[in-house]
């Protein structure tokens, strides 16, 4: 319980440097990763996409 207690006091402690400082990075991480893959999926499915708004 005491190990438990510790890291939910570093957790309850520092709230925006703790879920914010690894919230960022894992934000960051999927951002970029998605940009490529989303950049290379709207090539195809944004002109499906305009195509079908188009209709």
Do not use: K, L, Y
């Not at 309850?12 to 999926?41: H, K, L, R, W």
């Amino acid at each position: 319980m005491p190990p438990e207690q510790q890291p939910h006091r570093a957790f309850a402690g520092p709230p925006p440097s703790g879920p914010d400082a690894e919230e960022a990075p894992a934000a960051e991480v999927p951002a970029p990763a998605a940009t490529p893959t989303v950049a290379s999926v709207n090539g195809i499915t944004g002109q499906s996409f305009h195509s079908r708004s188009r209709a």
